[in-house]
């Protein structure tokens, strides 16, 4: 299978393995295949498969470049020992309403780490199928969540270098004390004195700084991204949408070929994508609902057809979403444009010249065909986890929440009985100050550690081995630097 830019032309495509490499493409749009594999899965086999060999199905698909021997090794190790779940991606009963999707039961306790154990994987052997011989040095903005889990799975990783930017005050006591606790000789976390949006705006300026990469190459090293702009990043999670169909189909819930509704908190937009990629190669996907926080730009976009920048930025208690510019949507406007890779450059040009942009109408006419949306408040977020906890005492993260409520929501708007799937995206101990509060209804004593112990005295979850350790370990210095001085951190580190 080749990969093309969104921006580009087919006559530019690269194989797999050289898009895995690359992360992001020269003219700074983002891989898509040249063609997706035909719906040919058979969904029967589907329900029977375990998640390592759903995964193995997954990728072969869209990494046909990897041999099968290298994609065993790469589940292998990306999904042997790291998860606390036998199940790696375990689907609750109904609870309230709907069947979660857990992914947080990885290293980092997050969705991330699905798919950032695997892509360390990927990287090295494209490196063996391309013969590159220059270090991989893997530039990545992060909200919260993908910072430390691209820290934990490139970590000593030969050949690689990762340096990560966060916004500075913008991401959970729990993240920060995360990220500045990596174990790692290749490893750099950096503080950024603006928003997410800043530094991801940032790193893609640097990627498509040609001067720069140029001299990287000369010095032997060339950039690629752990971000979900990374079609190694992305691919990855288009598998636990499948899994979950078949432990649904085998738990009673539903039969072979009845559809099921995804509800998914969307901030930078890569993990409902892959919902979409799974329904465009034959999963009975119903709905997908883009769940939204305060930072509501893609509800109005669902909504209106027109993605509009300028607004206010909200820090809320759902950090991970705090995103206005998300950057995976220009593969879903690719999609429905039939490929058309000028009307796309016409509409990010848009976006970066006049902060909006506006969708046909024939496109808007497929997004309402296959998407709903909606957004919760901080309060409606703490309002859904007692919701749940109270009906299920089922505890769920303020990200979770967000896609919960948004997920009752339209089951009341709509009266569809399709049975629904919440994509949980986070522990709730990752977040413990909020989950707390919301259930309880007090402030915790103090942020951070003494909060999980808080939270646990109430809901009585065992606590992942992860947190139990994570406030022993001595800190980083904390850097912080200015979005413009990003790329002079870059040139001081990559020697």
Do not use: W
Request: aromatic share 10%; with cysteine; glycine share 8%.
């Amino acid at each position: 299978m080749d990969y093309r830019s969104t921006r580009g032309s087919i006559s530019n495509s690269l194989n797999s393995a050289e898009a895995v490499i690359q992360g992001l493409a020269p003219d700074g749009g983002l891989y898509v295949p040249v063609a997706f594999p035909k719906p040919t899965i058979d969904l029967a086999a589907i329900a029977k498969l375990t998640y390592k060999e759903t995964a193995k199905l997954v990728l072969s698909l869209f990494f046909d470049d990897y041999t099968d021997a290298q994609l065993d090794e790469s589940i292998q190790a990306a999904y042997g020992q790291q998860f606390d779940d036998a199940e790696i991606v375990p689907v609750t009963k109904n609870h309230a309403g709907s069947h979660y999707m857990e992914l947080f039961h990885g290293p980092t306790l997050a969705f991330k780490d699905i798919a950032l154990q695997m892509l360390p994987q990927l990287m090295v052997r494209a490196v063996k199928l391309t013969d590159v011989n220059r270090k991989i040095v893997i530039l990545t903005a992060t909200s919260g969540d993908t910072g430390t889990a691209s820290m934990n799975g490139f970590r000593d990783v030969d050949g690689t270098q990762v340096i990560v930017f966060y916004p500075n005050g913008g991401v959970s006591p729990v993240q920060l004390q995360q990220m500045l606790t990596q174990q790692g000789k290749n490893l750099d976390v950096v503080a950024i004195d603006g928003n997410f949006d800043q530094a991801q705006t940032e790193v893609k300026h640097i990627f498509n700084d040609v001067k720069f990469g140029e001299e990287l190459k000369l010095s032997g090293s060339q950039f690629s991204s752990a971000n979900s702009m990374n079609i190694g990043r992305l691919v990855p999670q288009v598998a636990y949408y499948f899994y979950t169909y078949g432990k649904l189909v085998r738990d009673g819930v539903i039969k072979l070929g009845e559809p099921v509704n995804f509800t998914v908190p969307t901030g930078n937009f890569g993990d409902i994508l892959a919902g979409y990629y799974a329904k465009k190669i034959g999963l009975p996907i119903g709905k997908l609902i883009c769940a939204s926080n305060q930072n509501n730009v893609l509800t109005d976009f669902f909504k209106t057809g027109t993605y509009n920048k300028k607004r206010d930025f909200y820090l809320t208690n759902s950090p991970s979403m705090d995103i206005i510019v998300s950057s995976n949507l220009e593969r879903l406007l690719f999609d429905v444009a039939d490929g058309n890779s000028d009307k796309v450059i016409e509409l990010m040009n848009g976006l970066n010249t006049q902060d909006s942009y506006t969708i046909t109408d024939e496109m808007k006419q497929r997004l309402d065909a296959g998407f709903d949306a909606g957004f919760a408040s901080e309060d409606a977020i703490k309002s859904e986890i007692k919701r749940v906890y109270d009906a299920a005492k089922y505890t769920i993260d303020p990200h979770t929440a967000v896609a919960s409520y948004v997920a009752h929501q339209y089951q009341q708007r709509t009266a569809d009985t399709t049975p629904m799937v919440i994509v949980a995206t986070a522990s709730p101990y990752k977040f413990p100050e909020t989950v707390y509060e919301a259930i309880t209804g007090k402030e915790v004593v103090e942020p951070g550690y003494a909060a999980v112990g808080q939270l646990f005295d109430v809901t009585g979850d065992p606590v992942p081995a992860p947190m139990k350790s994570l406030f022993e370990i001595e800190l980083r210095q904390q850097i912080v630097v200015k979005p413009e001085g990003m790329k002079e951190f870059i040139k001081n580190i990559v020697k």
